[in-house]
């Protein structure tokens, strides 16, 4: 009896379980535990199941009691438009938190000064898109285009497209297309550029 309802309720909780997924697949997020996960897909479900309701004006689960004991019916329809909002709704979250849309406005309106990215290393490359200059502990410096780059500090990998090195303030040109720059590199500091 009780694995039946243990059943029931993960089948209630598939379409936030989905939705988490694909959101964990497309945004850059901290590391949850179990209990976090189960509750973030219990509020993906709560808010899917909420609004194919107020759409549809049915619900995809029905009760029934045959003989004396209640059991969930699904409308099979249903889970097809549940599916597409288990997509829908972690791509629409992605864009606003890729693009921190959400916090912008938070921010505007004096709510916080926080950003929905992990870390400042993140915000810094994903809001400036501009040429860098890394200056290494070791006195070298290096001048590209960061075209990819870790999203914490901790291990700053950044690969530059089209780099230099800078040799008494003189470029030379390194003609390749790109170098992979590693935590072994110890940086120092980096330069974003205007130009």
Do not use: C
């Not at 039946?4 to 379980?17: E, R, S, T, V």
């Not at 709704?89 to 004096?110: E, Q, V, Y």
């Not at 960061?146 to 497209?161: D, R, V």
């Amino acid at each position: 009896m009780y694995s039946f309802q243990a059943l029931q309720i993960l089948i209630f909780l598939i379409p936030g379980f989905i939705a988490a997924v694909i959101l964990d697949a497309l945004v850059v997020r901290m590391e949850k535990k179990e209990l976090g996960k189960i509750i973030e897909a219990l509020i993906f479900s709560m808010i899917i199941y909420t609004i194919y309701s107020s759409i549809s004006g049915k619900s995809p689960i029905s009760l029934s009691k045959i003989e004396g004991s209640t059991t969930l019916f699904y409308d099979s329809k249903s889970f097809l438009w549940l599916a597409l909002l288990s997509l829908f709704i972690p791509l629409l979250l992605s864009f606003f938190i890729t693009n921190d849309l959400h916090m912008k406005l938070a921010r505007k309106l004096r709510i916080t000064r926080k950003t929905a990215r992990a870390s400042v290393w993140f915000d810094v490359f994903s809001d400036l898109d501009k040429h860098i200059i890394i200056n290494f502990e070791n006195g070298r410096r290096i001048y590209g285009w960061p075209m990819y780059h870790s999203t914490k500090p901790e291990n700053p990998y950044i690969f530059l497209f089209n780099p230099a090195w800078i040799q008494e303030d003189e470029f030379v040109d390194l003609n390749i297309e790109g170098i992979l720059i590693t935590p072994e590199q110890k940086i120092e500091s980096i330069e974003f550029l205007k130009k």
